[in-house]
């Protein structure tokens, strides 16, 4: 069993910056991608960014050169660096990992955390 958690979301004024973290742990063989999505009340949720095993990186457009994401192969951790914070940034945001557990490595399974807010406002 494989579980995910994310954290270091909050209030921030706009123009600051927040770093989210998605610490993946269990019985865990591979991670593929780690995928940063968000969601307000009474919407789909967005992806906002990932990053395959290889460190290749895709970020939705309203984000790109404000937002970085990285990961801990090692430590089978996800990080979303977000700076010049705006008040549209507003919302949960979610991880999401494509993983192969050691008990199904056959398998990809796609595992969610349960979110952390992030709140922009002065």
């Known amino acids: 069993q494989v579980h995910v958690v994310e954290s270091g979301g909050g209030l921030v004024q706009p123009g600051g910056s927040l770093r989210l973290s998605c610490a993946a742990s269990?019985?865990?063989?591979?991670?593929?991608?780690i995928s940063w999505y968000r969601q307000t009340p009474g919407k789909q949720r967005e992806f906002v960014a990932h990053?395959?095993?290889?460190?290749?990186?895709n970020y939705i457009d309203s984000v790109k050169g404000r937002s970085t994401i990285s990961r801990d192969n090692a430590m089978n951790t996800g990080y979303l660096q977000m700076n010049s914070l705006k008040p549209e940034a507003t919302a949960v945001y979610y991880c999401?990992?494509?993983?192969?557990?050691?008990?199904?490595?056959?398998?990809?399974?796609?595992?969610w955390g349960q979110g952390t807010q992030v709140t922009v406002s002065s």
């Open positions: 999401n990992v494509a993983v192969q557990t050691n008990t199904e490595r056959g398998r990809v399974q796609d595992l």
């Open positions: 269990g019985s865990i063989f591979n991670i593929h991608t």
């Open positions: 990053i395959t095993r290889s460190h290749d990186a």
